[in-house]
């Protein structure tokens, strides 16, 4: 036991030292923006005003409300102290609501999005590469050219594609929004089929990118392994193919785990902008509304969010990958 | 060289992509040859005219006509102004004014048109019928004014003196022109986009500015990579140990949220094209580091380095000519995938509203951001929008295809 817990203590503190860059990242760089947020809403809390000294004052009193007249280091301390008692700031461009209660519902809405759609689309992906290295033939010269040409689309040109198609054309589903805008949420039938039909476009738009760029690394893994020498020394013995299969795949899907690890970051990104294209409640959105507001409390609030969740994810993926590596395993046995 | 070049011309995959690649790259080059106009300039007044070939009807009117007798020519008049839609519409109002249903013939357009003429009156208030129903009808009246007439139209000048109109010339309904008399014809092969601009023309600027990110993207990205991944690889020790430290907390963090607050930072006025590229770059070096890195590890201790080493070659030659021909094959393929790769990065920073400055010129991910903001998918105004994923799609599918089939090449483990 004493070395897993070496594994996954050096993996903790290497999560933690990232977090720490990305959180300073995160706090300095929109602050380096030009020109002043504060005099952007100030402006439009004014509008119609005339005397120059009510404007004067009210840009005055949103300085204090947001600390921007502060130095930087003491607005870093507050920033800090603020967030450990989960407040991040009030929004700009939705003032007077605080960020966080603006973030809270599109934070579940992601989760509930991407989570799902990246595991499946791995899990699919892997199986598909795999039966094309093990299969070959005509189902490989099909697969091979379409997983390349779905995982060099963007995700947002397969969300268009599938919007257009099944919301518009065919009219099966809905082209936006993560339910029905008549609808308040509650836990009715109604709504949740609502926001289970709202559900599908958007889904499987991520899916089959990520199935695309999966099937042709595990592809390649898949062949590797199947050429190695302990598959031959098995097909020279007699071993059933079935059983060998079992022991490639396995050997295959290690890499593929650490790729998910590291890819995991470029996938969300990417299903953040397909969540745009329907309008999703999700963090994508979230993150357009606060750009087109230049609402820098927000966005950064958002950033750091999606950095969290993605730290979070590869750190439980690394978790995963301890316990089934065999390498791992071994390591503790010494 | 010459054997590899002749090797990397046999594979199928990489032969397509490049195929592929080219031709968008000669477009590129040899659309604005022949089509001057700026790119983002308006032609158009209103949004999102259909593609097709647009003939000026002014000098339709002016050019010579030819008598041509052609026999389907009515029909298709006729079909044009009166689809099988408006038959049944009209079939529609028709019974529920009171006419037998047998006695309606849709096939006969002679006697539906005798009919509806009696009968139809526009101040009628057919129960139940809703307004806009009611407003749809009294449109396809007006528009079914002098379906059948077989004279032709007078054209009239307004004399500026006694301000009546006087006959000068009249068309009949057999008059054709010939589009090459006609001066004035423009084809809009694409149609034109939500601010009134010629899409095709814009497609193949944007096409070269993306490509045009994408490269220098890709350049700044590999020559970062290359170099940090060749020092941490091959000199160890300390710089290895803090190139790695930044490495591996840049592969964590996302890259997307890198980009969003360096191109919100630099702010919207200071975002040109180049400037999104050089950000691009910047942050898109790690994936090549590591795997230079790598590759540099495993060949630092093989003999013929180690005999320049005895031969006290400087590290610069023993770099250039012991190293580096050896992992030129991957950081090519690198260098294709940063390409591709930073394509999108953009595309996606645009739609988020953080792409270039949107006055100078258009890229393929301003052109989509334009596209949803208008709603053109939700219009069915698949011009504006579908070339362009399309035109991504390509690109990033040559770029692919090309690093699969030379990964091909130099992996025999994966050769078919």
Same mark, same amino acid.
């Given at each position: 036991m004493k070395g897993y817990a070496r594994y996954f203590g050096k993996k903790l503190v290497w999560v933690l030292i990232t977090f720490i860059f990305a959180f300073l990242l995160n706090f300095t760089l929109p602050r380096l923006m030009p020109g002043d947020p504060v005099a952007v809403i100030t402006q439009r809390a004014t509008q119609g005003m005339q005397s120059a000294s009510a404007v004067q004052e009210v840009y005055k009193q949103y300085q204090e409300l947001f600390g921007t007249n502060k130095p930087l280091l003491t607005q870093f301390f507050l920033y800090i102290k603020n967030l450990t008692r989960g407040d991040f700031g009030v929004?700009?461009?939705?003032? $007077?609501? $605080?960020v966080a209660q603006v973030l809270k519902s599109s934070v579940g809405w992601t989760l509930m999005l991407q989570l799902p759609a990246i595991l499946i689309g791995w899990l699919i992906g892997n199986l598909l590469g795999a039966l094309a290295a093990y299969l070959k033939g005509w189902y490989d010269r099909a697969l091979m050219p379409l997983s390349i040409f779905a995982s060099g689309l963007p995700a947002f040109g397969m969300a268009v594609v599938l919007l257009v198609i099944f919301g518009v054309k065919l009219n099966l589903f809905p082209t936006s929004g993560g339910y029905g805008f008549d609808m308040i949420p509650n836990f009715s039938w109604a709504f949740i089929w609502s926001v289970i039909i709202h559900y599908m476009l958007p889904f499987w738009s991520i899916v089959l990118i990520i199935i695309g760029g999966q099937a042709i690394g595990m592809r390649s893994m898949s062949i590797y392994e199947l050429n190695s020498d302990y598959v031959k020394y098995s097909r020279f013995m007699g071993i059933k193919d079935a059983k060998i299969i079992r022991y490639v795949f396995r050997n295959a899907m290690l890499p593929q785990i650490t790729g998910l690890a590291l890819a995991i970051g470029t996938m969300i990104g990417g299903a953040l902008v397909a969540e745009i294209i329907f309008s999703y409640p999700g963090l994508g959105t979230t993150l357009l509304n606060g750009i087109m507001g230049q609402d820098y409390p927000l966005i950064s609030a958002t950033t750091l969010i999606i950095t969290v969740m993605v730290l979070a994810a590869t750190f439980a993926i690394e978790l995963l990958y301890g316990f089934i590596d065999p390498r791992i395993k071994a390591a503790q046995s010494d | 060289m010459k054997h590899t070049l002749q090797q990397v011309f046999h594979s199928p995959k990489f032969v397509v992509g490049f195929c592929i690649f080219s031709f968008i790259m000669l477009t590129v080059v040899i659309y604005p040859l022949f089509v001057?106009? %700026? +790119?983002? @300039? *308006? *032609?158009?007044?209103? =949004?999102?005219f259909p593609p097709g070939i647009y003939t000026n009807v002014y000098d339709t009117i002016g050019s010579q006509p030819y008598t041509l007798f052609l026999e389907d020519a009515e029909a298709k008049r006729i079909a044009n102004k009166l689809g099988d839609q408006e038959r049944l519409d009209m079939k529609e109002w028709l019974v529920a004014a009171g *006419? +037998?249903?047998?006695? *309606?013939? =849709? @096939?006969n357009t002679e006697i539906l048109m005798g009919q509806w003429v009696n009968t139809y009156d526009p101040k009628l208030q057919v129960p139940g019928m809703t307004q806009a129903k009611l407003r749809y009808y009294q449109r396809l009246d007006a528009s079914l004014e002098g379906i059948l007439a077989t004279e032709g139209v007078t054209i009239a000048v307004k004399n +500026? %003196? =006694?301000t009546t109109l006087e006959e000068t010339d009249s068309v009949a309904q057999t008059d054709y022109v010939n589009i090459s008399d006609v001066p004035n014809v423009r084809l809009l092969l694409l149609g034109t986009d939500n601010f009134g601009r010629d899409v095709m023309t814009e497609l193949v600027s944007a096409t070269g500015t993306s490509l045009l990110i994408g490269l220098v993207a890709g350049l700044i990205a590999t020559t970062i990579g290359l170099v940090l991944g060749l020092a941490a690889g091959y000199l160890g020790g300390v710089v290895d140990d803090v190139v790695m430290f930044f490495t591996n907390i840049f592969t964590v963090i996302p890259t997307f949220v890198l980009l969003i607050l360096i191109s919100y930072s630099i702010g919207q006025e200071n975002r040109g094209a180049v400037t999104i590229a050089v950000v691009i770059g910047f942050t898109a070096w790690v994936w090549t580091a590591r795997a230079v890195r790598a590759q540099v590890i495993s060949l630092r201790n093989r003999d013929h380095v180690n005999l320049s080493k005895l031969s006290g070659h400087p590290v610069a030659l023993i770099i250039f000519t012991d190293i580096l021909p050896y992992i030129a094959s991957y950081v090519i393929m690198a260098f294709i995938l940063q390409v591709s790769s930073a394509i999108l990065a953009e595309a996606s920073l645009s739609i988020l509203?953080?792409? +270039?400055? =949107? @006055? %100078?010129v258009p890229t393929l991910g301003l052109m989509m951001n334009w596209a949803m903001i208008y709603q053109a998918h939700i219009l069915g105004k698949w011009w504006a929008y579908f070339p362009v994923i399309i035109i991504i799609a390509l690109v990033s599918f040559s770029l692919n295809l090309m690093n699969t089939g030379l990964d091909q090449i130099y992996n025999p483990a994966l050769r078919e």
């Open positions: 929004s700009f461009s939705q003032y $007077p609501r $605080p | 001057k106009d %700026e +790119p983002l @300039s *308006i *032609i158009s007044q209103g =949004t999102f *006419i +037998p249903e047998n006695e *309606i013939d =849709t @096939s +500026p %003196e =006694t509203g953080l792409g +270039p400055k =949107t @006055s %100078e």
